[in-house]
């Protein structure tokens, strides 16, 4: 799991704080901590004495500062009060849902890596299913398509983004192709969320390596299946389908996949999606090893040759509802 641009790694024993998302009469009265960006050190924005006014606040925005940092305070409860503001920010109807959305990504990002970083499944389920509400409600709005949803999508390599973005990806295939109804989308969400947390055991060398893998770099690497099923399997608040999701996520129906080859329907529908999303998702993503491909590009490389061993119907679906505008 990529843990070093994780918030709790780099501001260990501080608890990080919201800007945008909270009123300035609800910033606590504590000293204040800014990150530097370059040093990723922090140093004194304000302390306790002094109040934060509505124009720091906008003065902070301004300079792309997602998060102030305190020590003096519980950080159980700052997580409450963020969990609230982001219900809040998906309810408010005076914000385009294009917005909304760009904001909830920004934010459930950073609390995502926090629970990753944590290594406690229970914490990673609470925040997982806490962030799939939030986006499904989002996602299942008419106004929400698919050129804003990947337009706002964020494409760095950490695994909490990769997640989150194959996570919103597999909801809206899910709809599309109606797979669940809609009662279930939810739990889709949830497995795209967790559907890699088997590279919490694979060391971040190998996970975040500058150059392409080396075979028996490669086998560690191909074991995170495998690894994430025997971390969720005797879980009862995880159901057979998610954990499906985790372990066959790299299967391929003609059997070339990973861990066992399995082959066509042997492949759960939800982890055959999760698939099509998931290699979508690595081609528009930047890699420690290349950039970014533009959209254009990643469907005629997906339809050359990458969609081979994807279920077909369901490509051709995601295909159609990411190149209609
Ligand atoms: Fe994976």
Redo the contacts with the bound molecule.
Sequence with gaps: MTRSSSIATLCEGYTPIPVALLEPEEMPAVDLYLRENDSGRLRLYRSADVRVMPDDLAKLHQANTKWLYAQDLDPKEMQMLVRRKLDELVRDESNSVRDRFFKLNTYVQDVLASAFQSDSPDEILDTASEIALLAVRLLCRDEMNAGDLISLLHHDFQTATHSLNVSYMMVSLAREMQLVPENELQSVAVAGLL??IG?LSVSDRILTKGDRLLRREQRIAQK??ALGFNRLARRIDISFAQLMVVYQ??ERTHGKGYPVGAVGDEIHPWARACSVV?VFDSLISNRPYRKRYPLAEAIVMMDQHLSEGLDREMYQCWRQYILKK
């Design positions: 559907h890699d590279k995170h299946p996520h790299h998931n």
